[in-house]
Antibody
Framework: EVQLVESGGGLVQPGGSLRLSCVVS????????MHWVRQVPGEGPVWVSR????????SYAESVKGRFTVSRDNAKNTLYLQMNSLRAEDTAVYYC??????????WGQGSLVTVSS | EIVMTQSPLSSSVTLGQPASISCRSS???????????LSWLHQRPGQPPRVLIY???NRFSGVPDRFSGSGAGTDFTLKISRVEAEDVGLYYC????????FGQGTKLEIK
């Protein structure tokens, strides 16, 4: 069974940092690009970042470029999102997701990040 | 950025009746590899989205055959042949041809 389990969300003050983790199981992690997608409650999902299979190539949405860093540890089957200089508008549920066939075929359960003083 | 526009934004349907959702992209979704990466996802409250249809018309594993997708280029449609109670929630179209963007969502309710 494919599983993606996020952790690391919480409440942080503006300007602060958080690191999200996503531990995967049930598939060969090293053969899939992985993404982070976020969703503000009541709004549609928004793509945040992606990373290729060996971590050598990454991409970011303009809204997070220079502040967020995606990485992966293939030995630990884990995807990460380091979020720095957080802003109120970064408040959302963050999902890790597997990209396959041009869509997200598996998602984590989501990790809520709240940026507020 | 490719903008995805869905209509209607909400729909109230009687159980057993059909439903249809449209999605229009601001640019053609035909990829240089010949595929069109348009998918449909369903989301229930408190849950992550789950894929129903990928590459316009392919049903994902385990998705009932009452769901079907069609379209080409910039215009796409999701149809539910006979709505069941479990189909309520939000439906999103999503493009994966040039980066990834989602529609604003269509809320399906039972009348």
């Amino acid at each position: 069974e494919v599983q993606l389990v996020e952790s690391g969300g919480g409440l942080v003050q503006p300007g602060g940092s958080l690191r999200l983790s996503c531990v995967v199981s049930g598939f060969t992690f090293t053969t899939y690009w992985m993404h982070w997608v976020r969703q503000v409650p009541g709004e549609g999902p928004v793509w945040v970042s992606r990373i290729n299979t060996d971590g050598s190539s990454t991409s970011y949405a303009e809204s997070v470029k220079g502040r967020f860093t995606v990485s992966r540890d293939n030995a630990k089957n884990t995807l990460y999102l380091q979020m720095n200089s957080l802003r109120a508008e970064d408040t959302a549920v963050y999902y890790c997701a597997r990209i396959n066939l041009g869509t997200y075929d598996y998602w984590g359960q989501g990790s809520l990040v709240t940026v507020s003083s | 950025e490719i903008v995805m526009t869905q209509s209607p934004l909400s729909s109230s349907v009687t159980l057993g009746q059909p439903a249809s959702i449209s999605c229009r992209s601001s640019q053609s979704l035909v990829h240089s590899d010949g595929n069109t990466y348009l998918s449909w996802l369903h989301q229930r409250p408190g849950q992550p989205p789950r894929v129903l249809i990928y590459k316009i018309s392919n049903r994902f594993s385990g998705v009932p055959d009452r769901f079907s997708g069609s379209g080409a280029g910039t215009d796409f449609t999701l149809k539910i042949s006979r709505v069941e109670a479990e189909d309520v929630g939000l439906y999103y179209c999503m493009q994966g041809t040039r980066l990834y963007t989602f529609g604003q969502g269509t809320k399906l309710e039972i009348k």
